[in-house]
């Protein structure tokens, strides 16, 4: 199985500030990497597949980088409505995993 | 706009069978692999299989000897069964689509859109 670590676990920030949240494979998986956002009691919403391609109706704060086995979720200019927990996940081979999380949370 | 609703029973005594259905609507299951995913209360994200529009279907190691998932494709459903559960299997169960990219490996796009989620509860 391909393992999938975020760092950091949580990270306090404030409204406007620029958040990088990372994410590493075990094993290289070319772009095969998404980026998830997750609110209490609702399900994941996908934010960028592909490494750096951004939904449709995604705000163009949100971006991604990186190929083969390191990855960065970046915010550039975080909102009130962006503290979430975020997840990355690789869709290269099965299991299809995810990273453990990453929590934003306000300062 | 293709959205998926699921429903099933939402407590299950250990030992017995969780069963989940995922409806398809607005959209065609060509060219798509149909995932369920699930989550522990207060934990991550768990990948349990995926199924593409000609049936075949692939498991997560850890589940595999209890799952099973099914396409229906003229009702544009898919399902979930779970045998011999736990209360380890309590969980929010969820169903999305991917966008298959290449094949015979498959190779998927994210998982998008999502069903809204089912809280299944293992417990006598």
């Known amino acids: 199985d391909i393992q999938m670590t975020q760092s950091p676990s949580s990270l306090a920030a404030s409204v406007g500030d620029r958040v990088a949240i990372t994410c590493r494979a075990s094993?290289?998986?070319?772009?095969?990497l998404n980026w998830y956002q997750q609110k209490p009691g609702k399900a994941p919403n996908l934010l960028i597949y592909a490494a750096s391609s951004l939904k449709s109706g995604v705000p163009s704060r949100f971006s991604g980088s990186g190929s083969g086995t390191d990855f960065t979720l970046t915010i550039s200019s975080l909102q009130p409505e962006d503290f979430a927990t975020y997840y990355c996940q690789q869709t290269y081979s099965p299991p299809r995993t995810f990273g453990q999380g990453t929590k934003v949370e306000i300062k | 706009q293709v959205q998926l609703q699921q429903w099933g029973a939402g407590l299950v005594k250990p030992s017995e069978t969780l069963s989940l259905t995922c409806a398809v609507y607005g959209g065609s299951f060509t060219g798509y692999s149909w995932n369920w995913i699930r989550q522990p209360p207060g934990k991550g994200l768990e990948w349990i299989g995926e199924i593409d529009h000609s049936g075949s279907a692939t498991y997560n190691p850890s589940l595999k000897s209890r799952l099973t998932i099914s396409l229906d494709s003229s009702r544009s459903q898919v399902s979930l069964n779970l045998s011999s559960v736990t209360a380890a299997d309590t969980a929010v169960y969820y169903c999305?689509?991917?966008?298959?990219?290449?094949?015979?490996?498959?190779?998927?796009?994210?998982?998008?859109?999502w069903g809204q989620g089912t809280l299944v509860t293992v417990s006598s």
């Open positions: 094993q290289s998986i070319s772009n095969y």
């Open positions: 999305a689509r991917a966008y298959v990219v290449a094949v015979p490996i498959i190779r998927l796009w994210g998982f998008d859109p």
